[in-house]
């Protein structure tokens, strides 16, 4: 049973904010905030359960499978998913490299076509840039409207017959724009491409039900999820897994070595080679267990109410420029600059009143060349924010307008 959302209430289970009374955390979409809850499980596992997994015959060995597996069964729990389609990454990032380079260095040839996006964090572009100097294939980016939304348009022109993968991500990290990736998806299978989504910025704020994605692969990190850095998941399809070949090679991904050759562990055991992280998965397990108990659709209501009010406020404030759709396909996520001014200097003001944002490019660099910025400041909600939160940092940035009014 869920628990009845109230932001306020939620806050007090994040001990950070008691430490740092009066701050506003406005950048979750760089990295969240912890609660009490996983920070608890991360302790209980090292000063209880700690041991190396899936070889001890011992008890604690079993004790510490145990919670990594639990940690899993979480996961696949959080994305609708199965156990043997999980498998622990150190972030989004590792899972997009695994996917790119256990597949694409297979699979791709010279004149085969790789349909990304203009909207794309790094993560979900630039593996893909180096598999393509290593294959001769080459990249084609979807272009934004002037919403920033994508062009669908363009995106039916683009794809075609030579058109072998579609890496996009749910969700826009600059713009928040929520990509209809189900229907992009279905449109790429069709023509036979494999189809990779980040779901880095998505997963912590929406409902995921991977399958009806008809995605081949999703990739989340854990530390944007109000889990651990160091843990994150790649979700492939059963059948989309079995055909990669291991991305790393070592110990717990074989089956049997010998001095010539090897062959290798069923997904997911195949791409997970080593000691994993296995106090952060079990943090992120843990996360995934906290976030259920909210309800990811009050979750998502939260969000959705937080950014409809945070646009409301910001549009009071003179030569703020915002960027990003209006409507119901966009999530927490907010860039802005004011005036002239850079958007690190009103960050420096910003924390000067207790409120913190991300500045930058935030590694999308594509995407501020197509809104003609260098850089751009962001503001990003999560369960613990509110509507005070919101006031403080127009209030904020009121201030910082006065006190920069001559840069403007």
């Known amino acids: 049973m869920t628990r009845m959302f109230d932001p306020l ?12 009374p009066g701050l506003v955390f406005l950048d979750s979409a760089a990295s969240s905030q912890k609660p009490r809850a996983v920070i608890d499980a991360i302790a209980h ?21 145990d919670a990594y597996e639990h940690a899993r069964a979480q996961l696949a729990g959080f994305l609708d998913a199965d156990l043997d389609e999980i498998v622990f990454v150190r972030n989004a990032t590792e899972a997009l490299n695994l ?48 919403e920033g939304r994508l062009d669908l348009d363009a995106f039916e022109t683009l794809l075609s017959e030579r058109t072998r993968v579609f890496a996009v991500t749910q969700m826009s990290n600059v713009l928040g724009t929520i990509n209809p990736v189900a229907e992009l998806a279905a449109a790429a299978r069709e023509r036979g491409a494999l189809v ?17 994605l008809n995605a081949d692969f999703y990739a989340l990190s854990g530390h944007k999820m109000l889990g651990p850095t160091g843990a994150g998941v790649l979700w492939g399809d059963s059948e989309a897994l079995k055909a990669l070949p291991p991305f790393l090679g070592g110990g717990s991904m074989i089956e049997e070595v010998t001095i010539e050759r090897s062959t290798y562990a069923p997904p997911p055991q ?31 209501a939260h969000d959705r109410a937080l950014l409809k009010y945070a646009l409301e406020r910001l549009k009071e404030v003179p030569d703020l420029h ?30 000067d009143r207790g409120v913190a944002v991300r500045t930058g490019h935030h590694c999308a660099q594509p995407l501020h060349r197509r809104l003609g910025v260098a850089a751009t400041a962001r503001a990003s909600f999560y369960v613990y924010n509110t509507r005070d939160d919101v006031d403080r940092l127009v209030e904020a940035l009121f201030e910082a307008r006065a006190f920069f009014k001559d840069w403007l």
């Open 196 to 212: 990779v989504v980040d779901g880095a910025q998505a997963a912590p704020h929406l409902p995921v039900r991977v399958r009806e």
């Open 45 to 65: 596992y090292y000063k209880h359960d700690h041991a190396n997994v899936h070889r001890g015959a011992y008890a604690l060995s079993q004790r510490a499978t």
């Open 322 to 351: 915002l960027y990003g759709p209006e409507g119901p396909d966009r999530g927490g996520v907010i860039a802005f600059n004011l005036g002239s001014l850079h958007p690190h200097d009103l960050a420096t003001a910003l924390d």
């Open 9 to 20: 209430e939620v806050k007090r289970d994040f001990p950070i904010f008691g430490h740092n």
């Open 270 to 300: 195949r791409f997970e080679a080593g000691t994993p992280a296995i106090a952060e998965a079990v943090g992120l397990g843990a996360a995934a267990g906290y976030l259920m108990d909210l309800g990811m659709e009050q979750v998502w």
């Open 99 to 146: 996917v790119a380079y256990a597949w694409g260095l297979e699979r791709l040839r010279e004149g085969d076509e790789i349909l990304v996006t203009e909207m794309e964090h790094h993560a979900n572009l630039v593996p893909w840039q180096l598999v393509a100097a290593r294959t001769g294939a080459r990249l084609k980016a979807v272009p934004l409207t002037d």
